[in-house]
């Protein structure tokens, strides 16, 4: 994307990064730095010999710091000869710093004005977390009664138990309503490593407090070897050019888009094309061109998000945060782009409540389809 990027939206490419869109969560700086222990051992540490003793090292269920994950991750990226392993503990990294993020916005110390910001950040990847982190603002707030104690499954490994009773405005002045802090996982022993890369990996920025109009994605999204065919590229593109005047155009970029994925090359962004995208992103632009033996605009839309919500409920099982984000993504198109010259459009990130609504939804279809 060029430097005039508008919308900023994290398109959650699922290409990049082994299924994991560019985290808006993270530090801005990947330190290059030695890593601290988190253990008592003041062994020396150093570094991996090689590749595959850092992807040991970073997949290491006992190693559960995210700088030293991340460390290793930049070292396998930089080392180049296992892209595949690169990613992998890159993904690891993400999962054990959105643990962290969800650990704090459990305890009872937290504001919740500052979970409403860790479920933002958690909402650009991890759907799942962010929606226990909404869950919690409304029971705290009493719109919510506080469901039966329930485990969550930890992408990294292990289950948490969560208690939203504690949060209950009930019970939160009694001292036996105190929350500890949740009980991930931990180390038995951490290994020592350190690794100082000469450059840099994730570039991403600092997080805002909303999940609209978030800074621009990271650069490693979009990198060939994440992006090959420039489908996450092509989406950021559409998405920063519908907050401007005439974006319905017949597109270069959508011409050389539509021949590496082996669609019609015709220049315009339809309902085809779109369905193509939503293998790789989540965030959709809006259709630009309608088929012309549509009945009508109405028609048209309906039979787009059936079969996009379609896609998402086949993706479901293995891809559950990239599915719910399509259902946002199909409930929002409402035909924009249907006037020879639709009004400027920017789209948006899906907020915890819509996200929520979607899980919701594809339990009903799943219920219906079965």
Excluded: C
């Excluded at 700088?67 to 990613?87: N, R, T």
């Excluded at 059936?306 to 599915?323: D, F, G």
């Amino acid at each position: 994307m060029d430097s005039k990027s508008k919308t900023g939206l994290a398109v959650l490419g699922v290409a990049a990064l082994a299924g994991v869109g560019a985290l808006l969560l993270f530090p801005s700086k990947a330190s290059a730095a030695p890593v601290a222990s988190d253990s008592d051992d003041d062994t020396p540490m150093t570094g991996p010999k090689n590749a595959q003793e850092a992807y040991g090292l970073a997949m290491n269920p006992n190693l559960r710091d995210p700088a030293k994950v991340l460390a290793l991750a930049q070292y396998l990226a930089q080392e180049g000869s296992h892209p595949d392993w690169a990613a992998a503990a890159q993904k690891r990294y993400y999962d054990l710093k959105a643990e962290e993020l969800l650990g704090e916005g459990l305890k009872q110390t937290t504001t919740i004005g500052r979970v409403q910001e860790l479920a933002s950040q958690l909402l650009q990847t991890h759907n799942d977390y962010a929606v226990i982190l909404a869950m919690r603002q409304r029971v705290q707030r009493g719109e919510q009664a506080p469901p039966a104690p329930f485990q969550l499954p930890l992408l990294s490994g292990g289950s948490l138990v969560v208690d939203m009773s504690l949060f209950a405005p009930a019970s939160s002045t009694s001292p036996s309503a105190a929350v500890p802090a949740p009980s991930f996982p931990t180390a038995t022993s951490t290994p020592n490593v350190v690794v100082i890369p000469q450059g840099e990996v994730i570039t991403s920025k600092p997080p805002t407090a909303t999940p609209v109009n978030l800074p621009p994605l990271v650069s490693e999204e979009t990198k060939p070897a994440n992006d090959p065919q420039g489908t996450i590229r092509l989406a950021r593109l559409l998405l920063d050019e519908q907050a401007n005047k005439g974006w319905k155009y017949v597109s270069d970029s959508v011409k050389d888009w539509q021949k590496k994925v082996g669609l019609t090359v015709d220049g315009k962004f339809g309902p085809g094309s779109a369905l193509r995208m939503a293998q790789e992103v989540a965030i959709l632009p809006w259709v630009r061109y309608w088929p012309t033996g549509s009945a009508s605009k109405s028609s048209a839309v309906s039979s787009y998000r059936s079969r996009l919500k379609a896609y998402a409920l086949q993706i479901q099982p293995k891809r559950p945060e990239h599915a719910a984000a399509l259902i946002v993504a199909a409930n929002k198109e409402n035909g924009q782009g249907w006037p020879a010259t639709p009004a400027v459009s920017p789209g948006s990130e899906p907020t915890s409540a819509q996200v929520a609504a979607a899980i919701d939804e594809l339990k009903t279809l799943k219920a219906v389809r079965s």
